[in-house]
Every structure is written in C-alpha cells, then in structure tokens.
C-alpha cells in the first residue's frame, strides 16, 4: 500500500512507444502538460492537489532487476531497450501549480520538460496521482464551504475504494479544508489531527444506553461526543447523554470540549429539539455533531432549514466525490525543441475544447488589487513578462469580441508554475499537509462568492496572451479543415 517505487505504474502504451522512440534513435526535449477540460462537481473551480507524492514518484523511478525481469517475459521488448530501462533516471525538469492552488480549465497545473522517452513515461502515473487527489480536494472544499466555517471531519476510510484512495484522499480532504480525519494511518503518515467518537456497537454492548455513555465518559474526559441515534434519539439519546453531562458537571469534571453525534433521522429536526433539550438543562455550549451521507448540498439546505448543527462528519460522498467520481486531466504534448528552439504543436479537434494550447507556456493570475480577489487566468509562452503599472488588455480565447482592458496599477500578477525538478534535481520541498490546508483556505478567499455557489457559478475567465494567441491561430489555420 502507498509503494515506494511506482516505475511499472503506467500504461502498456508508454513502454512500447518508448521502445518506438528508442529504436528509431529520436529523443528530442519536448513539453508536456497537464490539464483537465472541466471544472468537477460543475463547480466554477478546482484545488490542486497531489504534489507531494508525484514528488515522490520521481526520485523512486527506477526499473529494478525484477522489473525488466518482468518485462523481458512479456517477449516484445529487445534487450538493448532493457538495457536503457535498466539504467533509467529522470533528468528533465518538472514546473507545477503549488497544491492547495486554485486552478481553472485548460491551464497547465504540472508542465514536464524532458527528454521525450522520460516524459512519456511519467504520464500515467502523474495523471493518476494529481487527478484523485484533486478530485477529492475539490470535493473537500465545497462542502467545507457549505459548512461556512463550522468544522468538517473527514469520514470516509471504509467507503473509500481501497486503503491508498482512502489515504491519499484523507489527505486531500484535510488540504481542502477538513480539520481532520477518522483514518489513523493518515493522521500519523501526515502529522494530522486523528477524529472520531464510538460506533452504536458501543451503544450496544452495555446493558443500556446510559451505562454506555458513563462508561465512555469516565476514559474520555476532555472531549466527549455522545452518539444519540442508537434506540430513540429524543426519548432515550439525548435525554441520556443531558444526565452524563449533568453527572460531570456535578462532580467537577466537565470535559472542555462535549456534545452529541445525530447519524440518522430527520437531522434539521432533530438538531433543533436537541438544541432545546440541551439548551434548558444548561448545556449551552454542548456541539450538536451529524453525519449521515452527507454532503455539500445536504449541508446547505440543512443550514437553509435553520438546523442546529455546529459540526459535520462526512464520508462516502466526501471520499468517493460520489456526485463526480472522475477528474479529468489530460497530459499532452505542446512542444519539441529543435535546437534552441520550441516548435509549438497542437492537437486538433473538432471538439473546441479537446483543441491544445501549443508551446512551452506559463501562467499568469491576475487579481484586483484593492479586493485581491480573480480577475482572470492568463496562459502564455514561457518568456512573456507583463509590468503591472501598464495596461492589461485581456480577451476570450474564443469569442474575442469579448475583450477587458485593466488600467496599470489596479491589477498584480502572479506567476502560478513554480520549478519543481531542475535537471532531475528536486528543488522544492513540499510544506506540511496543515500548512497546505492554511494556503489553501487562502485561496480560496481570492474567489468571488458567486464562483463559489454550487448552482450556475461565475467561471473565472482563462484567456491566452495575444502572442501565444496567434501561434495558435496560425497552426489551425495550416491544417485545412472543414466542417460538416
């Protein structure tokens, strides 16, 4: 689980068309990129997420003895082309968006240039890696949006599809926004909080439910969270769980941190007669908790109905994105070099949006500088340079009679793809998960709420610089293609 050497992670294809480079003696540097066509969930925006372990990937790539042993049984690679497998290192460059970054269709998140060989091979397991946990983070982030600001548990390790998703998610999660996670392997591999209450077997293995409650009270004492569901949540549950507390507040030995769990039943409903009960004996400051296959469209009408839940478990809609259980991301190729040159090249389609952006390029965000917050995306070659103090005419892609023209000074730039490998050589070390987390909630300050709204949001703009524009144009405009 979670394997250190990832090298035969990869598609068939790869290996045969590196074999096909091999044997025709073409090894060019060329570019690729990484990037997905659509926003998931139908949101108006994604998080960017899995760095770290693509990271990793790379300084484990190698093939061992077993691995060309392997491929050698297969019967359809030569030995000479074993031989380079055996010797085999990554020793091209690496530039990405930094996890935890907000992203936007058809912008290049993780660029690879490379000697063509090296970076066909690191497709798939760059797509793998980027495309879950991205998926997952994105997922994290609306429903801890929905929650506005109410803590969110991640709950979702024995829905999860399989122990590496299921890790690899909580770790997503908790980048996303999530406070952190009921699976414990993750909170130790990642230093993240470790999350949870008791299960109904509790409950259940004890003559009753208040005996249960007295028992967990006298092991726990400064954080106790009561499940109330398990017989009947307003005859027995709740009134159980006022008594428990009741028992600690006599005696002196109130925990800081208490409340209850609702994990079934009408929980708008619930919570509010809960919130009552509790209220009346006191017991003000008590956290009402619920789970139950939530998710963000659940929690949002919740807290529309007036519920009084403070605090939110989710699980299988979290770590499976049930709602949208693929990411999309594509790898592509966008360059070659020739000499000291890229040749720009692009994939056509006559799907707009399957149509590439060529060329060896870089991204540019563009905020307003009195709010901070997303003017637009702006992609373009490598080695354009923008001055902020000047004039910023940007314009749709697409339909450009659609055209914004920002006044010098009241916009800033930042350049989104930083390196990340340098001749083969890591040169970036990956923050913390926690530190992640806190960028990440940075920028997700930067959207407009009206990008953020679940239903028809704002999709921020990615536009194309003119020059970069125009070498696009020029390559459509040399394949001779009609429409029909």
Request: hydrophobic share 40%; charged share 25%.
């Amino acid at each position: 689980m979670i394997m250190n050497n990832l090298t035969l992670l990869t598609d068939f294809y790869e290996l045969t068309m590196m074999q096909g480079y091999f044997e025709n003696d073409t090894n060019p540097t060329v570019v690729f990129d990484m990037f997905y066509r659509v926003n998931p969930n139908d949101g108006g925006y994604a998080i960017c997420c899995g760095l770290e372990q693509v990271i990793e990937y790379i300084k484990e790539l190698r093939f061992t003895y077993e691995d060309i042993e392997y491929l050698r049984g297969l019967e359809i690679f030569s030995e000479e082309f074993l031989d380079y497998l055996a010797g085999f290192h990554f020793t091209g460059d690496i530039y990405a968006v930094p996890e935890g970054s907000i992203i936007f269709p058809m912008e290049p998140i993780v660029k690879v240039v490379a000697p063509i060989m090296e970076a066909q091979l690191i497709e798939t397991a760059i797509l793998c890696i980027i495309n879950h946990q991205s998926l997952i983070a994105t997922k994290s982030a609306r429903v801890c949006y929905a929650a506005q600001g109410e803590p969110v548990m991640e709950f979702g390790l024995r829905r999860a599809q399989g122990p590496d998703a299921a890790t690899l998610g909580a770790r997503a999660a908790v980048i996303g926004g999530c406070i952190g996670t009921s699976n414990v392997l993750c909170a130790k591999k990642y230093s993240l909080p470790a999350l949870g209450t008791h299960a109904h077997s509790w409950i259940m293995s004890f003559p009753d439910e208040l005996t249960a409650f007295r028992k967990y009270a006298e092991l726990y004492r400064e954080n106790i969270t009561l499940l109330v569901d398990t017989y009947d949540t307003l005859r027995s549950g709740v009134p159980n769980a006022i008594r428990t507390f009741t028992e600690l507040r006599e005696s002196g030995r109130m925990p800081s941190k208490y409340g209850i769990r609702l994990d079934s039943g009408d929980l708008s409903y619930l919570s509010k007669k809960a919130r009552r009960m509790l209220d009346d004996a006191g017991f003000e400051d008590a956290v009402i908790c619920a789970s139950s296959d939530l998710d963000e469209y659940l929690i949002e009408s919740l807290k529309a109905q007036g519920s009084k839940i403070n605090s939110w478990g989710v699980g299988t809609n979290l770590i499976t994105s049930k709602d949208h259980p693929a990411f999309g991301g594509v790898y592509k190729l966008a360059a070659i070099r020739e000499g000291d040159v890229f040749q720009p090249k692009i994939k056509i389609s006559e799907n707009q949006w399957k149509i590439t952006n060529p060329g060896n390029k870089t991204i540019f965000r563009v905020y307003d500088k009195v709010t901070g917050k997303i003017h637009a995306d702006l992609i373009c070659l490598a080695d354009e340079r923008f001055d902020e103090s000047e004039p910023l005419q940007l314009f749709d892609p697409v339909n450009t009679w659609k055209k914004t023209k920002l006044d010098g000074g009241t916009y800033t730039l930042r350049e989104m793809l930083i390196p990340i490998f340098q001749n083969g050589t890591c040169v970036y070390d990956s923050p913390s998960v926690m530190d992640i987390r806190d960028y990440c909630l940075t920028e997700q300050d930067t959207l407009w709420e009206e990008t953020r709204r679940f239903v028809n949001p704002h999709n921020v703009y990615v536009d194309l610089s003119k020059k970069l524009w125009d070498i696009k144009q020029e390559l459509l405009d040399a394949f001779d293609i009609t429409s029909r």
